[in-house]
């Protein structure tokens, strides 16, 4: 089992900036990779990036350049720096994790991310 514990999100307005982090906890040797999903209202929840154990990084074309994925400072931490903000980057942003043992998915509960315009 994993648990992922979301913190960071907020209101913002357009052109500023957010850094979201997620930290997994539970029974685990190890996470194959964790990743920041997002969903906003009457939308498919949608990858925004993702970063491998590996150290390799993959990002949804809508925020390259504007947001950096990167291991946190504690071990099985991630941070979501979110830069250039835009109102349709609103939605509620989800923290995933897989295991990888069991090759299961976990996630988050969600942060609000509220840009204004």
């Known amino acids: 089992q994993v648990q992922l514990v979301e913190s960071g999100g907020g209101l913002v307005q357009a052109g500023g900036s957010l850094r979201l982090s997620c930290a997994a906890s539970?029974?685990?040797?190890?996470?194959?990779?964790m990743a920041w999903y997002r969903q906003a209202p009457g939308k498919a929840r949608e990858l925004v990036a993702m970063f491998t154990r590996w150290g390799s990084t993959n990002y949804a074309d809508s925020v390259k350049g504007r947001f950096t994925i990167s291991r946190g400072n504690v071990e099985n931490t991630v941070d979501l720096q979110m830069n250039s903000l835009k109102p349709e980057d609103t939605a509620v942003y989800y923290c995933n994790a897989e295991d990888a043992g069991t090759k299961t998915n976990y996630w988050g509960q969600g942060t609000q991310v509220t840009v204004s315009s």
């Open positions: 539970g029974r685990f040797l190890s996470l194959n990779a």
